[in-house]
């Protein structure tokens, strides 16, 4: 190993290293000194940033930084303070390596020399956080992102200050912080998790800091070195050979952060690991998966997710900057237009100058199966789309695996989106990031009564029971089967079946997007649960937008809302409408912004359509107020047939407003021996046909006749299309 500091002290990289995101950040990419000062013609929007952290560190100098004694929970005052204060001390030190102000690297190291003073004496925080407690935190995940930015600051100055001061911070904050994160909490240092990545990303960029190797090697191997933990099993474990990453896109973005810098801290110090091709370049793929599981450039909002995070967050910055280095593709530049900010970092630089010198390239959102599980084995997530344009329609589909404790209870569930906006949606976590009156920050009671149930996502619910009981660990023992994932060709379409979500229930769906004989595409969404016994099955549609007309009566409550039921989320919902038992296709309109969109749904038994509104039981206004059509049907198996569609269009500044309604003519379900056949008809005579085998071999080869005409294909499903 190279015990080298991972901040390298040329000319050069001084001027171009100023705040590296990580150990060993400076690579064969930076540029001469003499192109470096001449950023503001070559590279504006970094010399922008520069300038903005120049500003922001100036005015905490001025003022002072305040290391107060822990007390709060996470979004309180010392809580914000000292993640502040960390990236206080990584600026300072950064700007210091760049111009070589010794106001810079005093200012960095009297911060440190305060957490030095006082971290010794601090025992666990007096707001402990479940089973992972911190000392200058509430849980230990914070101070280990607290010691990756302040160690990296440290690293910039360390050469530049006088010994008594270099061992004071390291034996009362960086020695002592490393060994709480490591030794001091095993269970979380050894976790497979997102907790764990953090801390062995944390006590390995120490390690190269200071030249402890025994911390680099329980970092990448776990505590005993063994590798049955630590960064390689990390990357083992918990990404698919796609990149998709166990608990969802959230979660895979702040996780891309310490993967990435601690993995660039490896490249720079011990080369012969060649860590980024580790996996076949599993990292790599993990930043081009993390893009394509968003739309419009916010992250699909499944399990514990925090609505509002998209591509333009930090994480993502500094991975799109350290990738781009080293393959130099093209297609990045174009995420990063989409961010509008670039990373203070020699790659930031690198990027905001081809940037401006035109070098971008497209990047493609395609329709692409996502394989879950370190196999590739356990379920996957589908995203079917109409075109690589931002605002195009898209269909995400979930048979994931549960994703951990984050994971909700929704598997085959669905999200759609288009024009640029969500369709039907998912609520995402009940939470109000770092908002100290709401729960100190923490994800809210609402968080586990609501939305992980499954009566919160677009999935079929059994009998008003969340699936697996909402016990996550019984769900990460199962995962679904994929059937099918087709996205060449005019038709595409996605399909899975999970027979372990409820007892002697198995639960089946298939979503498609055809093409609309008026334009644009029908999105086609066939859910079936198949039992040898009667169950109560309720389908739910979170749809966003304004509500136009139901092509069914609705019994309105005027005067006085009831809970939609007791318990499994349903307590939360408010019961607004209810119609009499639907016996024929039906419809439904909503409006977004400035076009319609129409459900016109089927199913094999009379169903009841209920009305809601999010908001019941819920005293301290923790929830949004949200709506659903709700979809119940009393069977032995159930068959709903939907269809999505938008049309039409309302202007506000012409007032203009055309309202075509649903193009469906007829749904009906028959069957050619063994093979279910759902048939669409459209009013231009068109008709979609959804064919679906009770073999679900993949392999296997099915034959029917079909108005007349042989049909032949390959797998339990099929769609066809045929005109009039």
């Known amino acids: 190993m190279n015990s080298t500091s991972f901040l390298r002290t040329t000319v050069a990289s001084i001027a171009l290293c100023a705040l590296a995101p990580a150990v060993s950040s400076c690579t064969s990419s930076?540029?001469?000194?003499?192109?470096?000062?001449?950023?503001?013609?070559?590279?504006?929007?970094?010399?922008?940033?520069?300038?903005?952290?120049?500003?922001?560190?100036?005015?905490?100098?001025?003022?002072?930084?305040?290391?107060?004694?822990?007390?709060?929970?996470?979004?309180?005052?010392?809580?914000?303070?000292?993640?502040?204060?960390?990236?206080?001390?990584?600026?300072?030190?950064?700007?210091?390596?760049?111009?070589?102000?010794?106001?810079?690297?005093?200012?960095?190291?009297?911060?440190l020399l305060d957490y030095a003073a006082m971290y010794p004496a601090l025992g666990?925080?007096?707001?402990?956080?479940?089973?992972?407690?911190?000392?200058?935190?509430?849980?230990?995940?914070?101070?280990?992102?607290?010691?990756?930015?302040?160690?990296?600051?440290?690293?910039?100055?360390?050469?530049?200050?006088?010994?008594?001061?270099?061992?004071?911070?390291?034996?009362?904050?960086?020695?002592?912080?490393?060994?709480?994160?490591?030794?001091?909490?095993?269970?979380?240092?050894?976790?497979?998790?997102?907790h764990g990545t953090w801390a062995v990303a944390a006590v390995g960029l120490t390690g190269y800091a200071l030249d402890e190797d025994a911390w680099v090697k329980q970092a990448l191997l776990g505590l005993d070195e063994s590798g049955d933990a630590g960064f390689l099993r990390q990357l083992d474990e918990l990404f698919s050979p796609d990149g998709y990453y166990a608990e969802g896109p959230y979660y895979q973005r702040f996780a891309l952060m310490p993967f990435i810098l601690f993995a660039q801290a490896v490249e720079e110090n011990e080369p012969e690991r060649q860590i980024f091709d580790y996996r076949d370049g599993i990292l790599q793929k993990a930043v081009y998966a993390t893009i394509q599981q968003s739309y419009a450039g916010r992250f699909f909002p499944i399990n514990d997710a925090i609505r509002e995070k998209g591509l333009n967050t930090a994480e993502l910055r500094y991975a799109l900057a350290i990738l781009y280095d080293l393959n130099g593709d093209p297609t990045l530049l174009d995420v990063v237009k989409l961010q509008g900010n670039v990373v203070p970092t020699p790659e930031g630089r690198k990027l905001a100058r081809d940037l401006a010198a035109g070098m971008a390239a497209p990047f493609e959102f395609e329709s692409l199966l996502l394989r879950d599980g370190p196999a590739g084995d356990q379920g996957a997530l589908a995203v079917l789309r109409s075109s690589s344009a931002k605002d195009a329609a898209a269909v995400v589909f979930k048979p994931t695996s549960q994703g951990l404790g984050h994971g909700h209870f929704d598997r085959l569930g669905i999200l759609y989106y288009d024009n640029g906006h969500e369709v039907v949606a998912d609520y995402g976590a009940a939470r109000f990031l770092n908002v100290e009156p709401k729960n100190g920050g923490h994800y809210l009671p609402e968080n586990t009564s609501w939305a992980k149930q499954s009566i919160a996502h677009n999935v079929l619910?059994?009998?008003?029971?969340?699936?697996?009981?909402?016990?996550?660990?019984?769900?990460?023992?199962?995962?679904?089967?994929?059937?099918?994932?087709?996205?060449?060709?005019?038709?595409?379409?996605?399909?899975?079946?999970?027979?372990?979500?409820?007892?002697?229930?198995?639960?089946?769906?298939?979503?498609?997007?055809?093409?609309?004989?008026?334009?644009?595409?029908?999105?086609?969404?066939?859910?079936?649960?198949?039992?040898?016994?009667?169950?109560?099955?309720?389908?739910?549609?979170?749809?966003?937008?304004?509500?136009?007309?139901?092509?069914?009566?609705?019994?309105?409550?005027?005067?006085?809302?009831?809970?939609?039921?007791?318990?499994?989320?349903y307590q939360h919902l408010w019961q607004r409408a209810t119609s009499q038992p639907l016996e024929t296709v039906s419809n439904l309109s909503w409006l977004i912004d400035d076009k319609f969109y129409t459900l016109t749904f089927f199913a094999n038994a009379p169903v009841t359509a209920y009305l809601t509104q999010l908001g019941a039981n819920d005293p301290n206004d923790n929830l949004r107020r949200e709506q659903a059509l709700v979809l119940r049907l009393e069977n032995e198996n159930a068959d709903f047939v939907s269809v999505y569609e938008r049309h039409g269009r309302y202007d506000n500044d012409e007032e203009v407003t055309v309202f075509s309604g649903s193009s469906v003519a007829s749904i009906s379900q028959t069957a050619a021996g063994d093979v279910a056949v759902y048939t669409i008809i459209a009013e231009t005579g068109e008709r979609t046909q959804v064919l679906w085998a009770d073999n679900p071999a993949p392999d296997a080869s099915h034959s029917i006749t079909l108005d007349g005409q042989p049909i032949s294909w390959t797998g339990p499903v099929t769609v066809i299309q045929q005109d009039n």
Do not use: C
Not at 519 to 526: A, F, P, R, S
């Open 124 to 194: 666990l925080h007096p707001q402990q956080k479940e089973q992972t407690p911190g000392r200058l935190f509430w849980q230990s995940l914070n101070e280990a992102m607290w010691l990756v930015y302040a160690v990296q600051g440290y690293d910039a100055i360390r050469a530049d200050l006088d010994p008594d001061t270099g061992s004071r911070i390291e034996t009362g904050v960086l020695r002592p912080m490393a060994k709480f994160l490591s030794e001091g909490q095993p269970a979380t240092f050894n976790k497979i998790h997102n």
């Open 30 to 111: 930076a540029a001469p000194a003499s192109e470096a000062n001449s950023s503001e013609s070559i590279a504006p929007l970094f010399d922008r940033t520069i300038s903005a952290v120049k500003d922001n560190l100036h005015k905490r100098m001025e003022v002072g930084v305040p290391v107060p004694q822990p007390v709060d929970a996470g979004g309180g005052y010392t809580h914000e303070q000292h993640k502040q204060n960390a990236k206080t001390i990584y600026e300072a030190g950064m700007l210091f390596e760049l111009t070589g102000d010794e106001r810079y690297r005093d200012f960095a190291a009297s911060v």
């Open 461 to 569: 619910v059994v009998d008003q029971q969340s699936q697996f009981g909402a016990d996550w660990k019984v769900a990460q023992e199962f995962a679904p089967q994929v059937l099918a994932f087709q996205s060449d060709g005019e038709i595409q379409l996605t399909a899975a079946t999970l027979d372990t979500a409820y007892d002697g229930v198995s639960l089946q769906r298939l979503v498609a997007m055809v093409p609309r004989p008026s334009g644009g595409e029908y999105v086609i969404d066939v859910m079936r649960a198949r039992s040898d016994e009667a169950h109560s099955y309720d389908l739910p549609v979170h749809f966003k937008g304004q509500l136009i007309e139901t092509g069914f009566e609705l019994d309105h409550a005027t005067t006085q809302l009831t809970p939609f039921g007791t318990d499994n989320g």
